[in-house]
């Protein structure tokens, strides 16, 4: 796989990640899981802490699945594609 492959495939990796993360905490925010929509809205500033909340967890999913990503395709290439070593 060459480099240019393998930045395509973290970074759709990392897109799907960043989408997963967001709409996690939406449905949390939207659930009002454990009070999470309670606190954001009683907040000085609402709007400012749904962004950095949904952002915060976007970007930990979409980091973590782009490294994951990135070691299972580096696992990948380490096996024979016929078979057993």
Known sequence: MSERELFR???LHFGMGATLGALFM???LVLNVQSISDVVL???SPITATIVL???ASMYFAFGAAITGFYFMIMDEDYPKGGRR
């Open 26 to 28: 939406m449905s949390l």
């Open 54 to 56: 949904v952002t915060g």
């Open 42 to 44: 009683r907040s000085t």
């Open 9 to 11: 495939h973290v970074a």
